[in-house]
């Protein structure tokens, strides 16, 4: 898993981006099951997520399933957290 910078991370266009602040834990982490079915394969997923639980879940999620965690940009009270499809 290669992470990417911060400034790598804000360049990135992700294909989808799902907002979900405020949803607690596993809220989140099911978002991004259903954002990532949206996206082609080697598409970018960015989730918004004010859980502090979301990014070693996507971490261990994406590891599991086959997708890449790229990263997380901490933002104004939430993280943007970056995953690539990989299958």
Request: aromatic share 6%; glycine share 12%.
């Amino acid at each position: 898993m290669a992470t990417l910078t911060i400034s790598q991370l804000e360049a990135l266009t992700a294909a989808e981006c799902i907002d979900a602040r405020g949803a607690a834990c596993p809220g989140p982490l099911l978002e991004a099951k259903k954002g990532m079915g949206k996206i082609i394969i080697g598409g970018v997923l960015e989730v918004w997520s004010s859980d502090p639980a979301t990014k070693s879940d996507m971490s261990a999620w994406a590891g599991k399933v086959g997708h890449e965690f790229l990263g997380v940009v901490e933002a104004d009270g939430y993280d943007r957290v970056f995953l690539r499809r990989g299958k």
